[in-house]
Structures are given as C-alpha cells and as structure tokens.
C-alpha cells in the first residue's frame, strides 16, 4: 500500500505562481512513476504530467513550459511547480503513483486561478 498526503493548494491571480508538493509513505519502495492529474469543475480527471523512476518527466500540452515536476526519491516527494497560472488551470490537484500494477491517489488539493 501507497498513501500520498497532497498539500500547498490555494487561490492565485492569474500569471502568478503556486507550487503543490506530494508526500509518499508505505510501501514506496515499489513505487514506478508518481505524477499530478487535476479535474475541473464538470469535467473528466486529466493528467497534469508524470514523472516514472529513471525516466523523462511527460506534461500535458496544455501545461507544457509552464509547469515543471521535481521529484526528489531519497525524500519520496514530488512537487507541480506551476508558474503563469490561468483560470482555465482552476482544477482539484490529485497527486498519483504506480506501484505493483496498482495506482494510488492523494485526495486531492484545490487550486483555484482568479482573472
């Protein structure tokens, strides 16, 4: 088992920045990849970008140049810097990790971009 502990949501102008962080525990050491997806109000949960162990962090087109995802596995923490905020962004945050064929969810933390 995976439990993840989002935090560092909250309201921000638009072209401002925010940075969320994700806390990993349990079983981490099974962990493959852990990423951000974030769900808007009425729509369906999109992935943000997704950062496997050993690999090349992946974004979303739509965050591409604006958000960047450090991760840090001696700490088993991984963080969605996101700069130039716009309202379209307004979103819940879900932090996500891989383990054993199985995905893990945070629950979530939101974010909201005023215009």
């Known amino acids: 088992q995976v439990q993840l502990v989002e935090s560092g949501g909250g309201l921000v102008q638009a072209g401002g920045s925010l940075r969320l962080s994700c806390a990993a525990s349990g079983s981490v050491f099974r962990i493959k990849s852990m990423g951000w997806f974030r769900q808007a109000p009425g729509k369906q949960r999109e992935l943000v970008g997704t950062a496997p162990r050993g690999g090349s962090t992946v974004y979303a087109d739509s965050v591409k140049g604006r958000f960047t995802i450090p991760r840090d596995d001696a700490k088993n923490t991984i963080s969605l810097q996101m700069n130039s905020l716009k309202p379209e962004d307004t979103a819940v945050y879900y932090c996500?990790?891989?383990?054993?064929?199985?995905?893990?969810w945070g629950k979530g933390t939101l974010v909201t971009v005023s215009s």
């Open positions: 996500n990790a891989g383990a054993n064929g199985m995905s893990y």
